[in-house]
Nanobody, 122 residues
Framework: QVQLVESGGGLVQAGGSLRLSCAAS????????MGWFRQAPGKEREFVAY????????NYADSVKGRFAISREDAKNTMYLQMNNLKPEDTATYYC???????????????WGQGTQVTVSV
């Protein structure tokens, strides 16, 4: 079992930046994929980005492409999401998760963190 802990959320003005972290512990596997999802009140959980741990291949939702960057740090078993030029529509709870294979579908992910709130004000 993998435990995931997100951090780094907060309140920021539109145009600002935040960096989210997701620390993984437990039975990790270098072949897995780690992803970021977000869920706003009254909306379904949506894909943000993923990274394949071995090799670092990334994939982004169109809504964040060019503004967000996903990365990982092997030594710390930690994944990051650098979010720049934030918009009010980015407001949501952000979750990290692991999957045995790359996917944009949340149901392919079997370990989830508790989430961290990101609020972007106008």
């Amino acid at each position: 079992q993998v435990q995931l802990v997100e951090s780094g959320g907060g309140l920021v003005q539109a145009g600002g930046s935040l960096r989210l972290s997701c620390a993984a512990s437990g039975r990790t596997d270098s072949s897995y994929t780690m992803g970021w999802f977000r869920q706003a009140p009254g909306k379904e959980r949506e894909f943000v980005a993923y990274i394949i741990w071995s090799g670092g291949i990334t994939n982004y939702a169109d809504s964040v492409k060019g503004r967000f960057a996903i990365s990982r740090e092997d030594a710390k078993n930690t994944m990051y999401l650098q979010m720049n030029n934030l918009k009010p529509e980015d407001t949501a709870t952000y979750y990290c998760a692991t999957s045995s294979r790359p996917s944009r579908w949340s149901d392919r992910y079997d370990n989830w963190g508790q989430g961290t709130q990101v609020t972007v004000s106008v």
